[in-house]
């Protein structure tokens, strides 16, 4: 029986007509007319490479069009010049600049897509399982517990972020991981009784129409999944368009679904990505909170450090005290993946610890929830938890929050400081080790 959860008068919210700007379309955004021809230009070499997807809530709420480019929305949506090494750029460019066949812009775009890790911390090969012998598509089980599910249905979002390491999910169905057998889903849950999370994620699950996603999760209801205990749902939707949840024509239906989970005992967590503070300026969003919470679900927050866009500690701090007072609860900063542009948003690992720390200082222990910053690397989730000085050497001190190997999680080990170093890999063990302590096992999995 569907639960109700009531919701205000939809004339209360005037909500939009859903309108979606993609790379063809970006001379129509009429904000952008403002912008000088050459970055506009830059924009669309940029966007012929990486996805790029806009809707009018996102232009029209979000955005402070004073202060483009500069603004941390428009960067955390539109293509920047940086994003590109120069080379892929002037390629490109030059393609753009001439005649040319749709063929001939597909074969470049695919080429320059190649070379920026496309599927990075093993995706392709150590995170993909097997269900009766066969490759099951659509599923990764990096680790015991938990399965992340990428719903066919739901691989593509309702804007897409600029600094996204599953950009390539977006750019065509060779490089996507993705199922709709929502038979499969079960058989593989039932089967695995040691799991007990399910990560459904994409993409957005929450572009779906919610009688797509009660296909995947009414049956986690079940006696047979009781091992089930935890399912997670990754979104932008709070803050990319929160109208999913008060006006559009299945919010009440998608909030009914989350209250069934919940009363049948099932912790129901919506991951929410926030990646600043101004997001989370309007009505509309706040609405979509309190609906929410109403349904009995927690909402995390998460969101990776950015150059360009969120390197200001008292930013995340203020962020993370209205989280917390709107009833979220602060869960990860991460450092920006070795994928796609990484290059225009990476920091140095020392630095992102600073941040962290000037950021963390500042809130009360309610807020403190929060973890990072933590790099999702292939042998696991790592955490730089500090820089210190052991026996007159300068080292990160690291640990493992969540690793493909249980044993290794929680163990402190120890890298050579260095300023230049932006990612696990660019890390040399400290004190004359050779390797790190879990390295052998990992190379051998």
């Known amino acids: 029986m569907q639960q109700t959860v009531k919701l205000q008068p939809a004339e209360a919210y005037q909500p939009p007509r859903f309108t979606v700007y993609q790379h063809r379309q970006i001379d129509k955004i009429e904000q952008l007319e403002k912008l000088p021809e050459h970055l506009r230009f830059q924009m669309k070499v940029v966007a012929n490479v990486f996805p790029f997807r806009v809707n009018n809530y996102v232009i029209d709420e979000l955005i402070d069009w004073d202060k483009v480019p500069n603004d941390p929305v428009f960067q955390l949506t539109f293509p920047q010049r940086g994003m590109l090494d120069d080379e892929s750029y002037e390629e490109m460019a030059a393609l753009l600049k001439r005649e040319h066949t749709p063929e001939e812009l597909f074969e470049l775009s695919t080429k320059l897509r190649q070379k920026l890790n496309p599927h990075p911390a093993g995706q392709m090969d150590k995170n993909v399982p097997t269900f009766d012998g066969e490759r099951v598509e659509g599923i990764q089980h990096k680790y015991k517990e938990t399965v992340l599910f990428f719903p066919a249905q739901g691989q593509y979002c309702h804007s897409y972020c600029t600094f996204c390491f599953r950009w390539a999910q977006f750019v065509g169905k060779a490089t996507r991981f993705n199922n709709n057998d929502e038979d499969l889903l079960h058989s593989y849950l039932e089967e695995h009784t040691e799991v007990t999370d399910l990560l459904m994620t994409g993409g957005d699950p929450m572009v779906m129409r919610t009688v797509k996603l009660r296909k995947y999760l009414e049956a986690l209801k079940e006696p047979r ?180 190997n249980p044993d290794w999680v929680q163990r402190p080990f120890f890298a050579k400081y260095d300023e ?15 390797k790190f302590f879990w390295q052998d096992e990992y190379e051998a999995m």
Do not use: C
């Open 420 to 434: 230049e170093a932006t990612w696990l890999d660019g890390l040399k063990p400290a004190f004359g080790e050779e």
């Open 225 to 404: 999944f009781d091992h089930i205990r935890t399912i997670r749902i990754g979104t932008k939707s709070l803050t990319f368009w929160p109208f999913r949840y008060v006006t559009d024509p299945d919010a009440q239906d998608l909030l009914a679904l989350l209250k069934e989970l919940v009363d049948a005992g099932k912790h129901v967590s919506i991951m929410a990505h926030v990646n600043h503070k101004q997001e989370l300026r309007t009505d509309i969003a706040k609405e979509a909170i309190k609906l929410l919470r109403k349904t009995g679900v927690q909402i995390r927050t998460q969101a990776p450090l950015l150059n360009h866009l969120n390197t200001d500690p008292k930013m995340w701090s203020e962020m993370w005290k209205e989280q917390t007072q709107m009833g979220m609860i602060p869960y990860y900063m991460f450092i920006e993946r070795d994928t796609g542009a990484k290059r225009y948003f990476e920091l140095p690992l020392y630095k992102t610890w600073e941040i962290f720390r000037d950021a963390y200082k500042e809130v009360s222990g309610v807020s403190r929830t929060v973890r990072g910053p933590s790099m999702s690397a292939g042998p696991g989730k790592v955490e730089v938890s500090g820089v210190t000085e052991i026996n007159g050497e300068k080292v990160f001190v690291l640990r493992f929050i969540q690793a493909r």
